[in-house]
């Protein structure tokens, strides 16, 4: 039997998985019943699973020099949901609302398939099951300082998308996410009443003419053939109609692909922040921490899993999607090894499956986690017979 036909006959045990797991979501860095159900589940397995990265689990499946490294993300969101499947998440204001129940079912599924083949596999698959994905400075580094890497050749991973149908498999060569940054600023005025302006300095005044001008960084300092966002999510200041606040504050976040162009607008927002301010007779304070870099995906790994995902889903499986601008702590370990991140297809309208992650409806089509497993214990078994060359 091939290890389509297997992976397929354990979708039972996989939607199993994934339902308890999203029944009991848990946040970032406290995945602790999480953690104790995947020591349980890979035990039960013939495997010795070991605790890392606080809560985090690893497990080697196989001998010998080398190897693959396979990374599934375990942690939820704190986000009430608002779906009424009968395995919706028992815990209030936390959800599995971005596929790592799906992720951590798939990983468990391909340590149920590979597990059985452990004394004929050419080196050794180590898989990762990784806490805190969704919460920087995320899990990975963590992982990483404990060693999961030690020993290692290549790193596998993937992510469910919903904008991708059931049944396709996405691939990126190069920048597959962005640069994902935040910043804060505060600007310190003086306070007084709405009816004196002369007597203070006002701060919502130079936070709005800083809101606009941010904007101008990337238009006017990026070349319009890179992508590149600065978005400021909040502003807050003022208790009252008639009072002039003393001070304001600006949330936001910035987006890259590119290296330079990630300094260049840390410099020039730092640059503007002090001199829109001081126009105001305000100061101002630039507040910027460098988020998960980008993913960058390997060519020649990349090209390989290409080829895995056309043998299993015909030509029409794969797709070459656009690269996304969000953030993902993957990168990590694509720093350290060569290797790639695939985007899985589980949008699926018949069963709901339409919404975007992080929406408090989301959910995903469960045909998709034995083509995950598949996938992903096929191209690993690639890579180890790549280390054996």
Request: aromatic share 4%; proline share 6%; glycine share 10%.
């Amino acid at each position: 039997m091939s290890l389509v036909e297997e992976a397929q006959q354990l979708k039972p045990q996989l939607v199993q998985w994934r339902r308890h797991l999203h029944q009991f979501p848990e946040l970032s860095f406290h995945e602790v019943e999480t953690q104790q159900y995947l020591l349980d589940a890979l035990s039960a397995m013939g495997l010795s699973p070991k605790p890392i990265g606080k809560t985090g689990v690893a497990v080697d499946i196989g001998q010998g020099q080398g190897g693959v490294a396979i990374r599934a993300d375990i942690d939820a969101l704190p986000l009430q949901e608002e779906s009424e499947h009968p395995f919706r998440s028992q815990r209030p204001g936390v959800m599995h609302a971005c596929g790592h129940d799906g992720h951590t079912a798939i990983l468990l599924g391909v340590a149920k398939l590979l597990s059985a083949q452990a004394e004929t596999l050419p080196g050794r698959i180590r898989l990762m099951f990784q806490p805190a994905e969704e919460l920087m400075p995320g899990g990975a580094k963590l992982l990483i300082a404990d060693g999961v890497l030690e020993d290692m050749d290549r790193v596998l991973g993937l992510h469910l998308a919903s904008d991708l149908p059931t049944g396709v498999v996405g691939t990126i060569v190069g920048p597959a996410t962005a640069n994902a940054d935040r910043f804060t600023i505060e600007i310190e005025g003086r306070g007084g009443h709405g009816s004196q302006p002369e007597r203070t300095i006002d701060p919502i005044v130079a936070a709005a003419e800083l809101v606009l001008s941010l904007q101008s960084i990337v238009s006017r300092n990026i070349s319009p053939r890179h992508s590149a966002v600065v978005t400021v999510g909040t502003l807050e200041s003022g208790s009252n109609f008639n009072i002039i606040a003393p001070r304001a504050r600006l949330t936001g976040t910035v987006r890259t692909f590119d290296a330079q162009d990630r300094h260049l607008i840390e410099e020039r927002m730092a640059a503007l922040v002090t001199h829109v301010s001081e126009a105001h007779g305000a100061e101002g304070r630039l507040d910027y921490i460098q988020g998960y870099p980008s993913v960058i995906n390997s060519r020649a790994e990349t090209e390989l899993a290409e080829h895995v995902i056309t043998r299993i889903l015909g030509a029409n499986g794969l797709a070459h999607p656009e690269p996304l601008m969000a953030g993902e702590d993957f990168s990590y370990y694509l720093e350290e090894l060569p290797g790639t991140f695939l985007n899985l297809g589980c949008g699926n309208p018949s069963v709901g499956a339409t919404y975007p992650h992080h929406h408090p409806k989301f959910t995903l089509d469960e045909d998709a986690l034995p083509i995950g497993v598949s996938i992903l214990a096929s191209l690993a078994l690639e890579f180890l017979m790549l280390g054996q060359s």
